[in-house]
């Protein structure tokens, strides 16, 4: 019987902690308790005698719902209370009382507000788990979810949750709402990252012998600007390791240059040489970025270099997208010169003279040494560029049948688009900036510009493959992928670029029968 006398006492009150009926709860949709605040909405609480009563279980039930407070369903007479004071006032006078108040709030939170906290128009963003509180008196710290709960305008409420803002510590408000701003965070993470890898290459740059293998494994994932210059320069052989001999080096490379102008330049005007002259006359306009091309200074610089090669390359001669491979050297060596962040409107005739000097020579001959190992894709009939897309079809073949059975399917030939990605470099498709971090890779990667261009152009076309397989017209489709909208591009769209490109030649470029039918 003793289990009936259990059931018995069950509802009667005990002073046994109950849920629900001692503490209040807070979080969700209820605040602290604030006895200042909720004294006069507090329900009247008889008092219990000390002796135990004995009565039915209807009445012990009853006498326990009167004596609890369930935080989690606000009693009738809460209504009621709400409803009254509502209207009994104006909402003119609450809509201006409340406004007071919050500026006072502000203008005392601004006065105490450490440094690294937010002014009151700089809303941090909203995080996923809660701000932490600092230690203290943890009641007193309103609920995250009330914080963003709004009230209707002209509700007596209105008034409440300012109330009790006010009534937060100084510390507690800088808590909830101090939280700097991610993009801060983010761009102060990646210029401390910029620093320490530019660090790492002037550490490297600063020995008596540059160390070429550890600065390619550096320069793979991008070059910092300021030593971009110097960088190119010993990647692409011009200079030596050695820094004593880089000074008497540089002077005779500059020298032998400007020995070739004087003697080749003047016979442009021949016969033999005038169809070449005019040529690169006609395709220098043509080029990007304009505003700094069409500069007449600049524009004398690339005919210079480009006729001066022509003629010392009789197997190839001039062709047009040669041009193009000029800029990106005579952009990154002008930008020791020049400090205006862009580059592509920059104004040349403010650098000295000697300094233009020494920029064409140097352009000219890390010109030269790139084209000295892609001189296939501008001889005869350009066999290079014939064989490169030709593997770069079987490669697409095997990366992405459906991307390369659509093309078939409308008759869209590689050669018809991917011409220009091995002629030009793919300069045509992105923009100058692109260009040039995808360089800082290829001149670290062997053979970059011969062979590891193919897998990124490979990895260039899978890119688009949701645009691609969208369009079903031949017309379309080449209007498409002659007109890439990489105009948005910036340094990560390349570093995707180029990892997706390496997976394709870890993959098949040791194994090139994996990517023959």
């Not at 009853?62 to 009621?80: L, R, V, Y």
Request: proline content about 7%.
């Amino acid at each position: 019987m003793a289990s009936d006398g259990a059931r018995k006492q069950f509802w009667k009150r005990s002073n046994s902690k109950v849920p629900g009926s001692i503490q209040h709860v807070y979080g969700a949709q209820h605040p602290p308790f604030d006895p200042l605040l909720h004294g006069t909405l507090l329900k009247a609480t008889p008092k219990v005698p000390t002796t135990p009563v004995k009565a039915k279980r209807v009445s012990t039930f009853q006498e326990f719902e009167s004596n609890t407070s369930d935080a989690w369903d606000a009693g009738e007479d809460d209504d009621e209370l709400l409803a009254m004071a509502a209207e009994s006032l104006n909402t003119a006078v609450v809509m201006e009382t409340a406004n007071r108040v919050l500026r006072n709030h502000s203008q005392r939170q601004g006065c105490h507000k450490p440094p690294g906290a937010l002014g009151p128009e700089q809303k941090p963003k909203p995080s996923v788990e809660p701000p932490s509180v600092p230690s203290g008196d943890l009641r007193l710290v309103k609920s995250i979810s009330e914080s963003r709960t709004s009230c209707p305008a002209g509700s007596a409420s209105d008034a409440g949750p300012l109330r009790r803002s006010q009534s937060l510590p100084h510390s507690a408000t800088v808590a909830l709402g101090g939280v700097p701003e991610s993009s801060t965070l983010s761009s102060s993470a990646l210029s401390e990252r910029e620093a320490s890898r530019l660090d790492k290459f002037k550490q490297l740059l600063a020995g008596p012998n540059t160390d070429l293998e550890e600065l390619r494994k550096l320069s793979w994932s991008g070059i910092p600007k300021p030593v971009r210059a110097i960088t190119w320069k010993l990647l692409s052989g011009y200079l030596p390791a050695n820094v004593d001999r880089r000074p008497a080096t540089l002077q005779r490379k500059q020298k032998e240059y400007f020995a070739f102008i004087d003697h080749y330049y003047d016979s442009r005007t021949d016969e033999v040489h005038q169809d070449t002259y005019r040529q690169i006359h006609i395709d220098i306009p043509r080029m990007s970025p304009e505003a700094l091309i069409l500069q007449p200074k600049v524009t004398e610089i690339f005919e210079r270099i480009l006729f001066i090669w022509a003629i010392r390359h009789p197997a190839s001669g001039y062709v047009q997208g040669i041009n193009d491979l000029v800029t990106p050297f005579f952009v990154v060596f002008i930008c020791e010169y020049i400090d205006d962040e862009d580059v592509d409107t920059a104004d040349v005739s403010c650098v000295p003279a000697d300094a233009l000097r020494n920029v064409e020579a140097d352009t000219y001959w890390c010109m030269s040494r790139l084209l000295d190992g892609i001189q296939d894709n501008y001889t005869f009939a350009q066999p290079g560029i014939q064989m490169k897309v030709k593997i770069l079809e079987e490669l697409v073949s095997r990366i992405d049948g459906q991307v390369h059975r659509h093309l078939d399917q409308h008759e869209v030939r590689y050669l018809q688009f991917a011409f220009r990605w091995m002629n030009n470099l793919l300069m045509r498709e992105v923009p100058l900036r692109c260009t040039i971090r995808l360089w800082d890779t290829y001149q670290s990667e062997p053979e970059g510009f011969a062979h590891f261009h193919l897998y990124v152009c490979a990895a260039f076309l899978v890119r688009w493959r949701k645009e691609i397989l969208e369009e079903r017209d031949f017309q379309e489709l080449l209007l498409f992928l002659q007109n890439l909208p990489t105009a948005h591009w910036g340094d990560e769209d390349v570093s995707l670029l180029l990892a997706e490109a390496y997976r394709l030649k870890f993959v098949f470029a040791d194994a090139p029968n994996h990517y023959k039918k």
